[in-house]
């Protein structure tokens, strides 16, 4: 008897259904991973176009010429405030001529008292305030004085409060100022009387650039309440070169309106 099985016979059909069955299982993780891949890139496409468009729209809202975009109206630069850096100087006055409250002046009853000239040296040595140092209004000066020009300060001081009153002319060489000298002259007045130039201390500086400057220079003690008027008239009897610059004849004035409380 014999005992071996008797084979199968080949089935076609059933061999093709479990190949094609085999082959599906192992094909759809690779669609599913394509798939997942195609959507990340085009994702990342369209993040990449929007910030673009993004981009674009910023430059185009920050360098709109006009500042009254819709940039400048939700972003509005700061307003730069300037702080002085300094105390400003006087405020300085083109005065030529006399206004008319300056000319309807009442003299006063009693002069400013004039120190001697012991006095005068001593107030110069220690410090003490000029006259310009004390105004609140200040003239215009040129670089050439001409004739008739009038340069007004106007002050205002306490009865007590001493000054100095001065004028002072510099040449480029002791030689050019004493030269300079021979033709130029010299009128202090206070309140429309003058005052001989012996009482005033008389002083020649030299300064760093080599120039020298010859100073006239008297204290004022003391102030009656008033308006005073002091003058310096400088007078040229003919053409003066102080070494920079050439003035012609005539006389101009430095006036000062100082009044006392």
Same mark, same amino acid.
């Given at each position: 008897?014999?005992?071996?099985?008797?084979?199968k016979?080949?089935?076609?059909?059933?061999?093709?259904e479990?190949? +094609?069955?085999?082959?599906d299982?192992?094909?759809n993780?690779?669609?599913?991973?394509?798939a997942?891949k195609?959507?990340?890139?085009?994702a990342?496409?369209?993040?990449v176009?929007?910030? @673009?468009?993004?981009?674009?729209?910023?430059?185009?809202?920050?360098?709109?010429?006009?500042?009254?975009?819709?940039?400048?109206?939700?972003?509005? +630069?700061?307003?730069?405030?300037?702080?002085?850096?300094?105390?400003?100087?006087?405020?300085?006055?083109?005065?030529?001529?006399?206004?008319a409250t300056?000319?309807?002046?009442?003299?006063?009853?009693?002069?400013?008292?004039?120190? +001697?000239?012991?006095?005068?040296?001593?107030?110069?040595?220690?410090?003490?305030?000029?006259?310009?140092?004390?105004?609140?209004?200040?003239?215009?000066?040129?670089?050439?004085?001409?004739?008739?020009?009038?340069?007004?300060?106007?002050?205002?001081?306490?009865?007590?409060?001493?000054?100095?009153?001065s004028?002072?002319?510099?040449?480029?060489?002791?030689?050019?100022?004493?030269?300079?000298? @021979?033709?130029l002259?010299?009128d202090?007045?206070i309140?429309?009387?003058?005052?001989?130039?012996?009482?005033?201390?008389?002083?020649?500086?030299?300064?760093e650039?080599?120039?020298?400057?010859?100073?006239? @220079?008297?204290?004022?003690?003391?102030?009656?309440?008033?308006?005073?008027?002091?003058?310096?008239?400088?007078?040229? @009897?003919?053409?003066?070169?102080?070494?920079?610059?050439?003035?012609?004849?005539?006389?101009?004035?430095?006036?000062?309106?100082?009044?006392?409380?």
């Amino acid at each position: 008897m014999d005992n071996s099985t008797t084979p199968k016979p080949f089935d076609e059909d059933e061999q093709i259904e479990s190949t +094609s069955a085999f082959n599906d299982d192992n094909l759809n993780p690779i669609e599913e991973t394509d798939a997942s891949k195609r959507t990340i890139i085009l994702a990342m496409t369209g993040v990449v176009i929007l910030g @673009t468009c993004v981009l674009f729209a910023l430059a185009f809202l920050w360098f709109q010429p006009n500042e009254n975009t819709l940039f400048a109206k939700y972003f509005p +630069s700061p307003t730069y405030t300037r702080v002085p850096t300094s105390i400003p100087a006087p405020t300085t006055t083109p005065a030529p001529n006399l206004t008319a409250t300056q000319s309807a002046w009442i003299k006063p009853d009693q002069s400013p008292i004039l120190g +001697s000239i012991d006095d005068t040296q001593k107030a110069v040595e220690s410090g003490m305030g000029y006259l310009e140092t004390f105004a609140y209004r200040l003239p215009d000066m040129p670089e050439v004085n001409q004739p008739g020009d009038i340069y007004i300060y106007e002050v205002q001081l306490d009865q007590t409060e001493p000054a100095i009153w001065s004028y002072g002319w510099c040449a480029t060489t002791q030689v050019i100022l004493e030269e300079n000298f @021979t033709h130029l002259q010299l009128d202090f007045i206070i309140n429309e009387e003058s005052k001989l130039l012996e009482h005033l201390f008389v002083q020649d500086v030299r300064r760093e650039d080599g120039s020298t400057c010859r100073e006239y @220079t008297v204290v004022v003690n003391q102030w009656a309440q008033g308006q005073h008027q002091l003058e310096v008239r400088v007078t040229f @009897t003919e053409p003066t070169d102080d070494g920079w610059n050439l003035y012609p004849a005539g006389t101009h004035t430095f006036k000062y309106i100082v009044t006392v409380n």
